[in-house]
């Protein structure tokens, strides 16, 4: 028992030393900081008390860039479950060299954000303008300079980029599915909508809490590719949550604020993930 | 450059995950480095200028480290580095490069915060300095303090005390392809008014849609191209011309507490004019997707566009692609309509910096490097030649830059169609965040011109209080 306590600390004591000092420390230093106003440069740092997070109701940038990164959120959330499910049954059909499709579906999210930002601003600008002059379709021109096409660009961006790894988590719950199940709901007459809705997709409610945690929290987390794509731009009409949160900061030089925002954004993404968790874990069943 | 800046954004944060890492390697190999190349660098001519600097340093092994903005410069800079390790061997100069007004800013801050002070930064004009003075080491004693030109440095000068060295001189207006204007038949040299401009362009539009040009420029669709994505050519270098009629220095912007936009309609007129003869003159809010990099490189290098609003940086650039576009290039007034019509804006980009929280000995030699850089002829030379600089101060008579940009920027100097830069005396955010957002709404046809005026008179006020 003792021995095993040891063992224990030894294991869990350098990545909690690390996790405290580079996680904790900094948070708890935020929320302090979220009560002051500083500049990013001086050593004097005023307190303010609640001010910053008073302000937060009247910024209409903040609020705009809010409603933005919710309905972005809820579309992708969509939209990469979807898709990541789709190519998941696709690939786990038996067909002849899934095997390959699914290293290429997953590709997409081995390339970094940043550089998928501008390869993806070119082809919306520069190849989707081109097909338009070429076909004379107006709706492919002019993309990401309007709120519109900024949305649906970010929505095709992240698909293209997160599908393949919902992928890989739906095939590992798929495949995880006993096959005699299957082959006696078949012999019991369900058909292939059946086999799916009353078999497939509980057996998967794990794997559906995972992914849908990892979506949600991407999603309003969602920086790099905002600040490759669009940076917010067209008149910051684009401007998700954790990009206007770097402006404030470092744009505007108002930390203290920006720290109130962040702790505001940090609050509801959490009760957000943790509220999905709890309602999709009750969904989980035995096999 | 936008585009160049991003990427190098981009690597400076890849960069930065691997400092994390490891980040006292760097500087031992870079030490090792100095120590080979030193024997070999002793025989270049610049030994006999700074010998001086050579017999005042100790043999202490000093690092400075630099920390700039400008992209277009790091080439040459890494140049005059390696040809300063002959000068002073026992200086090991670290560069480090971050591009853009509003990303270096960022990235100036952060670098400060983590601990890992730069000996030399940069800063832009009156806000930079009272955010950043209590690091600004006053550089009175600087050898080439008494050379700096006459107004050149209004802008880091608080109570008799200069805390920067200027970049270089940089002048922006409508740049020109010569040959283009020859061939549709218009002089140039008689544009001093917007009427006449405009005339001008109509002209060059005219004849582009007819079809005359085609033989001589193929791929020539539009008279002018406007970033309008860039908010900086918009709402800092455009604004500019208003405020520079409102206000007389950098220094009285900053101080004012509220606008009048008095010349709006000029203003308006302008903003009309530039889309008005551009490829998106159909649907203005095509105009929101023009980057530098579409008006630079895929613009008037590949005389695509006739006319672009931009300054003499662009030369560079437009020479890597095209040599010949490059020796074209000319400068027109950029006017406002009906109060400045005949001149180009011209000042200066940024100003060397030193850190007073590094040691005394960086201190020192940073100041030796920066001194050595600008006053001395090797350094001349690479500031002139390499970097394409109109230099800021005096004693450069027998190097003069050789661009036609430069040229003309010196041209509209000497007679005196100048305004002066006062967009650094705007409120922070307020010239690229307010104004440059105000006027893509505008072209996207989501505001009108009267609730872009509103919203951004009412945001300086809001940012003065």
């Given at each position: 028992?003792?021995?095993?306590?040891?063992?224990?600390?030894?294991?869990?004591?350098?990545?909690?030393?690390?996790?405290?000092?580079?996680?904790?420390?900094?948070?708890?230093?935020?929320?302090?900081?979220?009560?002051?106003?500083?500049?990013?440069?001086?050593?004097?740092?005023?307190?303010?008390?609640?001010?910053?997070?008073?302000?937060?109701?009247?910024?209409?940038?903040?609020?705009?860039?809010?409603?933005?990164?919710?309905?972005?959120?809820?579309?992708?959330?969509?939209?990469?479950?979807?898709?990541?499910?789709?190519?998941?049954?696709?690939?786990?059909?038996?067909?002849?060299?899934?095997?390959?499709?699914?290293?290429?579906?997953?590709?997409?999210?081995?390339?970094?954000?940043?550089?998928?930002?501008?390869?993806?601003?070119?082809?919306?600008?520069?190849?989707?303008?081109?097909?338009?002059?070429?076909?004379?379709?107006?709706?492919?021109?002019?993309?990401?300079?309007?709120?519109?096409?900024?949305?649906?660009?970010?929505?095709?961006?992240?698909?293209?980029?997160?599908?393949?790894?919902?992928?890989?988590?739906?095939?590992?719950?798929?495949?995880?599915?006993?096959?005699?199940?299957?082959?006696?709901?078949?012999?019991?007459?369900?058909?292939?909508?059946?086999?799916?809705?009353?078999?497939?997709?509980?057996?998967?409610?794990?794997?559906f809490s995972i992914g849908l945690f990892l979506t949600i929290s991407n999603s309003f987390k969602l920086y790099d590719q905002n600040l490759a794509l669009t940076n917010g731009g067209p008149y910051s009409s684009t401007e998700m949550l954790a990009l206007n949160i770097v402006a404030t900061a470092f744009t505007n030089n108002e930390l203290g604020y920006a720290q109130a925002k962040a702790v505001v954004f940090f609050l509801v993404v959490g009760a957000i993930t943790l509220?999905?968790?709890?309602?999709?874990?009750?969904?989980?069943?035995?096999? | 450059?936008?585009?160049?800046?991003?990427?190098?954004?981009?690597?400076?944060?890849?960069?930065?995950?691997?400092?994390?890492?490891?980040?006292?390697?760097?500087?031992?190999?870079?030490?090792?480095?100095?120590?080979?190349?030193?024997?070999?660098?002793?025989?270049?001519?610049?030994?006999?200028?700074?010998?001086?600097?050579?017999?005042?340093?100790?043999?202490?092994?000093?690092?400075?480290?630099?920390?700039?903005?400008?992209?277009?410069?790091?080439?040459?800079?890494?140049?005059?580095?390696?040809?300063?390790?002959?000068?002073?061997?026992?200086?090991?100069?670290?560069?480090?490069?971050?591009?853009?007004?509003?990303?270096?800013?960022?990235?100036?801050?952060?670098?400060?915060?983590?601990?890992?002070?730069?000996?030399?930064?940069?800063?832009?004009?009156?806000?930079?300095?009272?955010?950043?003075?209590?690091?600004?080491?006053?550089?009175?004693?600087?050898?080439?303090?008494?050379?700096?030109?006459?107004?050149?440095?209004?802008?880091?000068?608080?109570?008799?005390?200069?805390?920067?060295?200027?970049?270089?001189?940089?002048?922006?207006?409508?740049?020109?392809?010569?040959?283009?204007?020859?061939?549709?038949?218009?002089?140039?040299?008689?544009?001093?008014?917007?009427?006449?401009?405009?005339?001008?362009?109509?002209?060059?539009?005219?004849?582009?849609?007819?079809?005359?040009?085609?033989?001589?420029?193929?791929?020539?669709?539009?008279?002018?191209?406007?970033?309008?994505?860039?908010?900086?050519?918009?709402?800092?270098?455009?604004?500019?011309?208003?405020?520079?009629?409102?206000?007389?220095?950098?220094?009285?912007?900053?101080?004012?507490?509220?606008?009048?936009?008095?010349?709006?309609?000029?203003?308006?007129?302008?903003?009309?004019?530039?889309?008005?003869?551009?490829?998106?003159?159909?649907?203005?809010?095509?105009?929101?997707?023009?980057?530098?990099?579409?008006?630079?490189?895929?613009?008037?290098?590949?005389?695509?566009?006739?006319?672009?609003?931009?300054?003499?940086?662009?030369?560079?650039?437009?020479?890597?692609?095209?040599?010949?576009?490059?020796?074209?290039?000319?400068?027109?007034?950029?006017?406002?309509?009906?109060?400045?019509?005949?001149?180009?804006?011209?000042?200066?980009?940024?100003?060397?910096?030193?850190?007073?929280?590094?040691?005394?000995?960086?201190?020192?030699?940073?100041?030796?490097?920066?001194?050595?850089?600008?006053?001395?002829?090797?350094?001349?030379?690479?500031?002139?030649?390499?970097?394409?600089?109109?230099?800021?101060?005096?004693?450069?008579?027998?190097?003069?830059?050789?661009?036609?940009?430069?040229?003309?920027?010196?041209?509209?100097?000497?007679?005196?169609?100048?305004?002066?830069?006062?967009?650094?005396?705007?409120?922070?955010?307020?010239?690229m965040g307010v104004l440059g957002d105000g006027i893509q709404k505008y072209y996207a046809g989501v505001s009108t011109w009267d609730d872009v005026l509103e919203e951004v008179k009412a945001s300086w006020a809001e940012s003065r209080k």
């Amino acid at each position: 028992m003792k021995r095993s306590k040891l063992w224990y600390w030894l294991f869990v004591g350098p990545a909690l030393f690390a996790f405290t000092l580079v996680v904790i420390i900094p948070m708890f230093r935020g929320v302090y900081f979220s009560f002051a106003e500083w500049d990013g440069i001086s050593n004097d740092v005023t307190l303010v008390g609640l001010d910053n997070y008073l302000r937060m109701f009247t910024d209409e940038q903040f609020f705009a860039s809010a409603r933005f990164t919710a309905l972005f959120a809820i579309v992708a959330v969509i939209s990469i479950n979807f898709f990541g499910f789709t190519l998941a049954m696709l690939v786990t059909r038996g067909i002849k060299g899934s095997n390959v499709q699914r290293s290429i579906f997953y590709m997409p999210n081995l390339i970094g954000g940043l550089i998928l930002g501008f390869v993806w601003q070119f082809i919306f600008i520069r190849v989707f303008g081109e097909f338009g002059d070429m076909f004379g379709l107006e709706f492919l021109k002019n993309w990401l300079t309007n709120t519109q096409t900024g949305f649906l660009g970010l929505i095709i961006l992240m698909t293209w980029q997160m599908a393949g790894y919902m992928m890989i988590i739906y095939i590992a719950a798929i495949q995880g599915i006993p096959e005699s199940l299957f082959e006696a709901a078949k012999i019991d007459g369900a058909n292939a909508w059946e086999r799916m809705r009353h078999i497939m997709l509980p057996l998967m409610m794990p794997a559906f809490s995972i992914g849908l945690f990892l979506t949600i929290s991407n999603s309003f987390k969602l920086y790099d590719q905002n600040l490759a794509l669009t940076n917010g731009g067209p008149y910051s009409s684009t401007e998700m949550l954790a990009l206007n949160i770097v402006a404030t900061a470092f744009t505007n030089n108002e930390l203290g604020y920006a720290q109130a925002k962040a702790v505001v954004f940090f609050l509801v993404v959490g009760a957000i993930t943790l509220t999905q968790m709890r309602i999709t874990k009750k969904k989980e069943v035995e096999m | 450059m936008k585009k160049v800046l991003s990427m190098l954004l981009v690597m400076v944060m890849v960069a930065a995950l691997f400092a994390g890492c490891g980040s006292s390697e760097p500087a031992k190999t870079e030490t090792t480095e100095t120590e080979t190349s030193t024997e070999t660098a002793t025989e270049t001519e610049t030994t006999e200028t700074a010998t001086e600097t050579t017999e005042e340093a100790s043999d202490e092994e000093v690092e400075v480290n630099i920390f700039q903005f400008k992209v277009e410069i790091v080439d040459a800079l890494e140049n005059a580095i390696e040809q300063y390790k002959a000068v002073a061997p026992n200086v090991t100069v670290n560069l480090q490069t971050v591009g853009g007004g509003d990303d270096y800013g960022a990235a100036l801050r952060a670098q400060v915060q983590s601990g890992n002070e730069p000996t030399i930064f940069n800063v832009g004009g009156p806000q930079d300095v009272e955010d950043w003075m209590s690091k600004l080491a006053p550089l009175n004693d600087a050898p080439w303090a008494d050379l700096v030109l006459d107004g050149v440095a209004s802008g880091v000068t608080v109570d008799g005390n200069i805390y920067g060295l200027p970049y270089n001189i940089e002048g922006y207006g409508l740049a020109y392809n010569k040959a283009i204007f020859e061939a549709a038949g218009v002089d140039a040299s008689s544009i001093t008014t917007f009427d006449a401009l405009e005339n001008a362009l109509a002209t060059i539009q005219t004849k582009i849609d007819a079809g005359d040009l085609a033989d001589q420029f193929p791929l020539l669709e539009a008279a002018v191209s406007y970033a309008a994505k860039e908010t900086w050519v918009t709402g800092l270098h455009s604004s500019n011309m208003v405020f520079a009629n409102e206000f007389s220095s950098s220094i009285e912007t900053f101080n004012a507490p509220s606008i009048e936009f008095k010349n709006a309609e000029g203003f308006k007129a302008y903003l009309d004019l530039m889309a008005m003869y551009s490829a998106h003159a159909d649907n203005t809010e095509g105009m929101i997707g023009v980057d530098y990099a579409t008006q630079v490189d895929e613009g008037i290098a590949i005389e695509r566009v006739a006319v672009i609003q931009q300054g003499n940086w662009i030369y560079g650039g437009v020479k890597n692609v095209d040599e010949v576009v490059a020796e074209n290039l000319g400068f027109l007034p950029l006017p406002l309509k009906g109060v400045q019509e005949d001149s180009i804006a011209v000042g200066v980009p940024m100003y060397w910096s030193i850190n007073k929280d590094t040691d005394e000995a960086q201190q020192k030699a940073a100041m030796d490097f920066l001194n050595w850089l600008y006053t001395s002829d090797a350094g001349k030379q690479i500031v002139v030649n390499e970097m394409f600089f109109i230099p800021p101060l005096k004693g450069y008579d027998d190097v003069q830059p050789a661009d036609p940009l430069a040229k003309d920027i010196l041209a509209y100097a000497n007679a005196g169609k100048t305004m002066p830069w006062v967009f650094m005396g705007y409120p922070t955010d307020w010239g690229m965040g307010v104004l440059g957002d105000g006027i893509q709404k505008y072209y996207a046809g989501v505001s009108t011109w009267d609730d872009v005026l509103e919203e951004v008179k009412a945001s300086w006020a809001e940012s003065r209080k």
